[in-house]
Structure formats: structure tokens, C-alpha cells
């Protein structure tokens, strides 16, 4: 039996080189299109542009990020970690460049003197536009607030974590 007849050759070399051709074709598309989305998560010190109604002192807050490809969660917290509030649970997507948040927040977490003698979270809505890998701008709306909240953000620095060694 002869099997390195000419048809045995041809057919070998057609589907070898489709295969070839397929691959390039796949690497070249997933380069030029699939890329990664930027890396946001992390600790970010919120400025916002105005005061909020009804409240005489504000607190400082950070927006604390952590994400897994295009989904993130976020706690809304302040910045002094003496605060009595419960931290605010926020779920979100990035997308274009945006970041959409959605979630419940204390109304402590806002304002210091909060007179409020509920304690029921209020439901908040977050937009965030990347303006670099450190830098973020937006606008919330929380119910019970009448107008949009606007603020910009920096990115906090963070020490670098011991890493722990594990035997088995």
C-alpha cells in the first residue's frame, strides 16, 4: 500500500495550511480588538464640587473599588474610620470609559450631623467618567437629595502588602 499518493499530500498540505491561515487570522483579530479593560480598582478621596443640602458638615469620603474585569464593587465609606455608619454596598460596570454604580447608602456616610432619625439606607446612583489611571470625575443622586451631586477623585496610594509564603 502506497498512502503518500498525491490526493494523501494535498488534502494533508490544504487542511495543515487552513488551520495555519485560521490561527493567524484568529490572533490578528483578538490583538487589534480584544484588549483589556483599564485597571480602576483602589481606594479614591472624593472632593465634591458642591455642599450638600441640609447638611452643615459633610464628610470625607472614599470611594473604595474593587474589580474583577468589567464588574465592580464598591463601598462608599468616610474617611474617618472612627464613623459609626455602615458601609455602602455598590455594584457596577465599566464600559467605555464609564463606570455605572447602583446600590444602598446610609445617609451617615454623607453628612456628619445628620439629624435623620431613620434608619433606612437610601437608594444612590453613581456615574463615573475615567479621566486617567489615577483620576476620576462623576455625579451621584441619592433619594432624598434633590440635586446631583458632582465630585472629582485621586486615586489614594496604597502601601505595598507583605506577600505571605505558603508551605504545603
Known sequence: MNHLNVKSLTFYGVAIGSVLLLFKTVTAYGES??????????????????????CETANSLVLNMQQSGIYLNASLVPVNPNAEAEQASLTGILKNQQISFSGKVDPKILCLDSNSQTNSSQAIAMQIQLIDQDKITGQFTVNGIPQT????????STPEKSQKVNSH
Open 33 to 54: 480588538n480584544l484588549k483589556a479593560p483599564p485597571v480602576v480598582d483602589g481606594r479614591y478621596l472624593l472632593t465634591l464640587a458642591t455642599k450638600l443640602p441640609s
Open 149 to 156: 451631586l458632582r465630585f472629582t477623585a485621586a486615586k489614594q
